[in-house]
């Protein structure tokens, strides 16, 4: 009976460790929810929580990422998702679908500002992933979508990565067929497009 216990408490003792870990709070779109890949061991998400654990970092990864997901749409869900896993560190992706859909600017500016404000509220840092759009959207269009990330980051002093597809979006060999989306090869690049950035809000 005794060594039954003993097994059963080796068991919980690591569950109830991670479950207590602060979490860092991934909450984007498809880029981040593992579209278009077989596993979801194959998202560079998984691949953060890997690197965390590798060098010593006691975090727990929480994947909130809805594909298709707008900055209205985050917006709305973001209270309860802060709510729930209660998050250290925020890494904020979402804009491409506003992109996508030529949605305003100011709208798109709105939204994340809104929702990293919420996330500072509830006690947590924020990493801000910024994206661009093909030049088929117009020059002014986009222009002012690449230069909105920089420009809430400025705004609000958070760190922003300008492009989280850089050294991926024009390689066929890293995307989908659908040019928008990393492929399995290529989701490694977005950790290290990541890393420099998110490194510094992390603590040992």
Same mark, same amino acid.
């Given at each position: ?44 998400? *998984?691949? @953060?929580? %890997?690197? #965390? ?6 975090? !727990?990864?929480?994947? /909130?990422? $809805? ?38 600017? *100011?709208? @798109?500016? %709105?939204? #994340? ?6 996330? !500072?509220?509830?006690? /947590?840092? $924020? ?40 050294? @991926? ?36």
């Amino acid at each position: 009976m005794k060594r039954l216990l003993f097994l059963v408490m080796l068991f919980i003792a690591p569950v109830a460790a991670q479950a207590d870990a602060p979490v860092i709070l991934v909450y984007g779109d498809s880029i981040s929810a593992c579209y278009g890949l077989a596993h979801v061991e194959q998202g560079w998400v *998984a691949f @953060l929580q %890997t690197r #965390l654990k590798q060098q010593g970092y006691g975090y !727990r990864v929480v994947n /909130a990422s $809805v594909s298709g997901e707008t900055t209205a749409g985050g917006l709305a869900r973001l209270p309860r998702a802060l709510t729930l896993h209660r998050p250290k560190i925020v890494v904020m992706e979402l804009g491409g679908n506003d992109g996508l859909r030529a949605l305003p600017i *100011a709208q @798109l500016k %709105t939204n #994340l500002t809104r929702m990293i404000d919420l996330a !500072r509220e509830a006690g /947590a840092e $924020v990493l801000l992933l910024g994206m661009r759009m093909p030049p088929n959207y117009g020059p002014d269009y986009t222009e002012q979508f690449r230069t909105s990330f920089k420009d809430i980051g400025r705004q609000e002093k958070i760190p922003v990565v300008p492009f989280l597809l850089d050294s @991926l979006a024009l390689d066929p060999g890293l995307m989908q067929a659908d040019g928008i989306h990393p492929n399995e090869q290529g989701q490694p690049k977005l950790l290290d497009n990541t890393w420099p950035l998110l490194q510094p809000l992390l603590r040992k």
